[in-house]
């Protein structure tokens, strides 16, 4: 669930640039103009100093252009050799439960239903693979709620348009492909679409690429599994647009239940080269206990809401993706609170998860374009395991043999290591090497410093509640700002940029942001708007 916080106060925006040294200015003097004036950025922005960065450039477009690309959802014309040819007037079903573990079935072109019951869906047997000739469509017609479900893993689906299963509002929290977040499925060059609730349902060992998972009512995927968790995903290559078109937020206000793609407690995740846009929410959202992620490669788009969010999670890498016009939608409608391209809520590294690097999150070597805000780091002041302000009533993954929602107690709180480990924390991250370009006449009209328009930050609430939570007052945003290792540093900045610290309403010019006590990107490149005459604007 997200806990995103209004921001109080309004005033002018703030543009006072703090100093860099001469050399880091003209080593830089290119990339930043060329930022300014919105041209197209190829490459992963020049390292500031103190050197450079070993990362493959963050994408100029779309990596990853698969909704109505024939090239590569277009299945064989021939069935491949010993497949059963299944045509529009066989029932998939019952072919599926006659032949034996592991047969492959080609489905001629045209339009194939599974029957008229809500639950006729097909259940594949251990290793069965299904491909689709050019057109071959598997249409649920809004009679049945699931398309490809069951127990058996190893399953492979291929090449076939699947869509129109379930009706307007229906399959919450559900999926059409892989309802049961099944173990080792594949699917390669699928077009996923116009269906209800999630299109796929990613479990462990779940391999997603070249499919296109368009306008489902609920996301593209989840990943959810109460038995075992999941595990060691991937999902490459993808396009993800246009979901969440039953706009789940105002069925269910506040379930933070949407996104493209959404992921919950999952451990181990290569997120790459995917074309994530125009969602009707967040882009991609990780939510709660997820842990060893990396995000590589990514064109993350013009989704209403926040382009990545990662929340109550741990160990990630960000780097070399390109976020461009997210927000949009929902930071004007979102107070002063600052709708970040990349929002970090109570997540950071913790060396006792073990997946992923304990020792730094990373948020490397991106480009950021014209989103309503960029990196936002926050922590709510008033959330922790056991308490009423956190709502999955989950357990942090840093100490369970001892700490857990049910021990983070008004008895315990106070006491190590309760004080400490009940807590998620925002800690260790690490934003460096990035590129920041905003240019505020490519955004709504509404967009200024008083709307939470244009900002980086990193703060938290005062807190305030439960009666008894040792958190309150100032004690979190001092340890978010001061004392848990967050960093800014070797960014370029091109636009008018403000930023919120330490405290939520706090906003911040250059001069104090990079001023102690806070010393955030001290080292780092700031290209202010051109002015009325004479200087270059440069600092």
Same mark, same amino acid.
């Given at each position: ?29 290119? +990339? ?25 450039? +963050? ?17 064989? +014309? ?30 001629? !072109? ?103 998972? +368009? ?280 636009? !008018? ?43």
């Amino acid at each position: 669930m997200n806990t995103r916080r209004l921001l109080a106060g309004s005033g002018a925006l703030l543009l006072v640039a703090g100093l860099v040294t001469a050399g880091f200015v003209a080593r830089n003097r290119a +990339a930043v103009t060329q930022a300014s004036v919105g041209v197209s950025v190829s490459g992963a922005p020049p390292a500031a100093a103190p050197g450079p960065s070993a990362a493959a450039p +963050a994408p100029a477009s779309p990596p990853a252009r698969i909704c109505d690309n024939p090239t590569i959802l277009a299945g064989p +014309a021939r069935p491949p050799s010993g497949a059963v040819v299944v045509q529009r007037t066989q029932n998939l079903i019952a072919l599926t439960e006659d032949r034996p573990a592991g047969t492959t079935f080609w489905l001629v !072109p045209g339009v194939h239903t599974l029957g008229t019951g809500q639950y006729d869906q097909v259940t594949p047997k251990a290793g069965n693979t299904y491909v689709g000739a050019p057109g071959a469509i598997i249409d649920g017609q809004h009679l049945n709620l699931y398309a490809f479900s069951g127990p058996a893993g190893g399953v492979v689906i291929r090449n076939l348009t699947i869509q129109n299963f379930g009706r307007h509002g229906s399959n919450n929290d559900e999926g059409v492909v892989n309802h049961e977040t099944t173990a080792s499925w594949t699917l390669l060059g699928n077009t996923i679409r116009d269906n209800a609730g999630n299109a796929v349902m990613v479990g462990t060992r779940n391999l997603l690429r070249h499919n296109c998972l +368009a306008h489902n009512g609920q996301s593209g995927f989840g990943t959810y599994s109460a038995i075992a968790g999941v595990s060691n995903i991937t999902l490459d290559s993808n396009e993800i647009t246009g979901n969440n078109t039953d706009d789940w937020e105002h069925l269910r206000p506040g379930c933070g239940c949407t996104a493209g793609g959404k992921f919950w407690e999952v451990t181990g995740a290569v997120v790459r080269n995917n074309w994530v846009h125009d969602n009707k929410g967040a882009g991609l959202w990780a939510d709660t206990n997820n842990a060893g992620f990396l995000f590589e490669g990514n064109y993350i788009e013009g989704n209403d809401a926040e382009g990545l969010i990662y929340e109550i999670s741990y160990n990630a890498v960000i780097r070399s993706n390109t976020f461009v016009g997210n927000g949009h939608v929902e930071g004007p409608a979102n107070g002063n609170f600052p709708t970040g391209a990349v929002y970090i809520s109570e997540s950071g590294s913790d060396r006792r998860v073990r997946a992923g690097s304990g020792k730094t999150f990373e948020i490397s070597d991106n480009v950021f374009k014209d989103n309503w805000s960029g990196v936002v780091l926050w922590e709510n002041s008033d959330r922790f395991s056991g308490s009423p302000a956190e709502g999955s009533q989950a357990d942090t993954l840093v100490n369970p043999q001892l700490v857990t929602a049910k021990t983070c107690t008004q008895r315990n709180i106070k006491k190590q290591p309760y004080f400490d480990d009940c807590r998620w924390k925002t800690q260790n991250v690490h934003v460096h090497n990035n590129l920041f370009s905003l240019d505020p006449s490519r955004l709504p009209a509404t967009c200024s410093s008083q709307t939470g328009c244009g900002y980086n930050g990193l703060f938290a609430n005062f807190g305030t509640s439960p009666a008894w939570s040792p958190y309150k007052g100032t004690a979190i945003e001092e340890a978010v700002a001061l004392q848990q290792n967050n960093k800014f540093s070797s960014n370029i900045y091109s636009g !008018p940029w403000s930023f919120v610290v330490p405290a939520q309403g706090a906003r911040a010019n250059w001069a104090t942001w990079q001023g102690a006590p806070y010393n955030q990107d001290t080292d780092s490149l700031i290209k202010l708007p051109a002015p009325a005459s004479g200087s270059t604007g440069e600092r």
